[in-house]
């Protein structure tokens, strides 16, 4: 990729928006991550370099902040913040869907809080296991750092959602809801995820026993989806439900990401198959 930015089009049937795609990617991938090293085609490409890529997003209703690398990582933060700052100038009613792992800085902070009524913003917290965490997401920020950035955004009535993905059901899933919610988070979306066959392997590499478990369970299900790897069905569903519990006990709502759970259709687990956010509702209606 030759340029520092380009729009693409979605790859996320539940959430048709173009998606922003950075040059600069993870140095220090996450070890479930088949995606940062991904390079779109041609026909994907929307608009390319950071003018023309706010031109462009400033004519649609939303834009995904970023499917392939983390948009807050250091090298890409500046741009992050010039992206929103000057496409909601352009459309007050364009309303970004931001996801990050790594710690927003100040001003972007500041800039997210004043504009929480146009913004929906997902934090990802797969586990609280600092451990699990050093050896799954080594280039992410630890995990204490991003409960208390998710807690001052909380403060600042940014309506935070928390995501879990992948669930990996280490044991930890009380402590992880109460961590959460102490937080002041009120929604989480959760999904086991998938693996590739390469990282399935780097996870049989991890030297963690845990991860190496989990990594021999996966399985390859049609039904679920045909991206990748994963948990077998009666395994996924019981692991999500403890989740969904210990988020009951807290009072957090929780809902399954069917992305790569389509079999999970008559479990009777809360599922999400679209992404509907207040804030893109108001969007709507107005
Ligand atoms: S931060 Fe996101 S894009 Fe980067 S390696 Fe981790 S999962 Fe992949």
Known sequence: MKTAVQLVGSMYPCQNVPMVVFGKRCPTPCLYCGLYKYQFPAEKIIAEGKEKVIEEMSKHKSTYFAPVTDCFLPENSDLTHNLLEETWKLNQLWTPLVNTKQIIPGKTKNLIIANKHRLVLQISVPSVDEEIISILEPGSAPIPERLEMIKRLTLARVPVIVVVMPWFDLGNAEDLAEKISS?????????????????????????????????????????????????????RIESLTKLINAFKNFGVKVRVCISDNHDLGDSGLPLCGEFKHHNFKRKEER
């Not at 590739?196 to 590499?205: G, S, V």
């Not at 030297?207 to 994963?230: D, H, M, P, R, Y």
């Open 183 to 235: 937080t002041g988070v009120l929604r989480s979306i959760i999904s086991n995820g998938i693996l590739t066959k390469e990282t399935k392997n780097r996870m049989l590499n991890s030297g963690n026993q845990q991860l190496i478990q989990v990594a021999e369970s996966v399985c390859f299900s049609k039904e679920a989806t045909e991206k990748g790897l994963v948990i077998p069905r009666e395994q």
